[in-house]
């Protein structure tokens, strides 16, 4: 047990890093490119479109190139996470030699592809590492450990250069080597798992989509990661500008992805008991019940919207948690050889997150809002809408799609 123990917890510790290179990137890198460079918000927003784009054509190519290197799985693995490693550094630690949107671009471009290569294949490992657990219990106790990990990673890179900051260290520098020191701690961890019953051949996108309960469930996870998506693109700005707290940023984004940790093994716990399916939907509605009252917040109002990250975050574990188990489960018995599934999952993922930069950020931009306290109330109006209106509203969808979802016994 101890020793099934540790090796889960090295599914937990990558979990993590990938995390720290996904959602934070997305809470961080705008902004940091607006105030250190002058970067307008609808420059930025197109290229974080830009290169959603590309992985149309590139995660299908991953996922190709996860089942051609099967062989070197381990070794692939670690390059890789030297070359996110050390992306992140440029992106960060370095002043671009170049023009700052160019550097943006290709900087993210290096850290996305290889987020992209990684995911496919530590999700693609996952499902054989569940049916070694147990199968059916086995999906929901790797998700446990795995979704876990990921937002304890979260939770780390979302405060870390709050914590820099405030030792008197340049924030994003000591940020981006923590990230690259994280990236060999979490090869050390997982070195172990790549051996044997490696990714193998599969019939590629086809099988997968011709499901129509697996396509269900990648426009669920498309939807529903969309809100997140959302509030996790304006956070900094609704704090600083609305709110009117700046130096609050780190705390309230470490008490939501806290809360969404803490409460993700509990979620995972109730599934197991009700239902993966009846546990999601309770969640999401919990979800726009918390979040709806973030519309009524102004100036000042730090203690209530402390209470709506911590109620927030806490639905926001029931969603990481259940919903790639559910889309596990499903691609062991659809495909459990069909790597391009999760390259499918990945891609929904971080299209959401892009989605939300070119749709809200010009849009930002457009109603007069600039960074910082100076802002009038027809800009911080929309702030609100943008952060708190649409995400409740696209859960609805969300939920909607889910009901009309029939995914039998969980």
């Known amino acids: 047990m101890d020793v099934q123990r540790q090796r889960l917890g ?32 609808a420059a930025l927003g197109t290229v974080l479109f830009a290169l959603r784009l590309i992985d149309v054509v590139q995660d299908p190519l991953l996922g190709k190139l996860a089942v051609a290197v099967r062989r070197f799985q381990g070794t692939a693995v670690a390059i890789t996470l030297a070359v996110m490693g050390l992306a992140m550094l440029g992106l960060f630690a370095m002043t671009p030699p170049t023009n700052p949107v160019l550097w943006f671009a290709i900087m993210l471009t290096l850290v996305f592809s290889a987020f992209s290569f990684l995911t496919i294949n530590f999700y693609a490992r996952g499902v054989q590492k569940a049916e070694a657990l147990g199968g059916e219990t086995g999906y929901l106790k790797l998700a446990r450990w795995r979704e876990t990990g990921a937002l304890l990673g979260v939770c780390v890179a979302s405060v870390m250069p709050s914590i820099f900051l405030a030792l008197a260290w340049p924030e994003f520098v000591g940020y981006a080597m923590a990230f690259a020191l994280a990236c060999l701690v979490a090869g050390i961890a997982m070195h172990t798992e790549w051996r044997g019953g490696t990714v193998q051949a599969s019939a590629g996108f086809g099988v997968v989509l011709k499901d129509s309960i697996s396509r269900r469930l990648l426009l669920i996870a498309l939807v529903n990661a969309a809100p997140v998506a959302v509030s996790s693109t304006l956070f900094l700005f609704f704090v600083e500008s609305r709110l009117d707290a700046p130096g609050w940023e780190g705390p309230l984004l470490l008490l939501f992805f806290v809360a969404a940790a803490a409460a993700a093994p509990l979620w995972s716990t109730l599934a197991e008991r009700i239902g993966a399916k009846q546990t999601l939907l309770t969640a999401m509605v919990l979800a726009i019940l918390a979040f709806s009252f973030a519309m009524m917040l102004g ?17 926001v574990g029931a969603d990481l948690t259940l919903l790639p188990a559910i889309f596990a489960k499903r691609m062991e018995t659809v495909a459990p050889n069909a790597t391009e599934g999760f390259a499918l999952w990945g891609f929904v993922s971080k299209f959401t997150l892009a989605f939300a930069a070119i749709a809200l950020l010009p849009v930002l931009e457009a109603s007069g809002f600039v960074s910082g306290p100076d802002n009038s109330e027809a800009a911080l109006r929309t702030l609100t809408l943008l952060y708190a209106g649409v995400p409740c509203a696209l859960k609805l969808v969300a939920i909607s799609l889910l009901v009309a979802t029939p995914l039998g016994k969980e």
């Open 299 to 315: 100036t000042g109002d730090i203690v209530w919207f402390a209470i709506i990250c911590l109620a927030s975050g806490a639905t």
């Open 10 to 41: 090295g599914y937990a510790i990558f979990a993590a890093v990938l995390a720290a290179a996904g959602l934070p990137i997305y809470i961080h890198a705008p902004k940091f490119y607006v105030d250190e460079y002058g970067v307008s918000l």
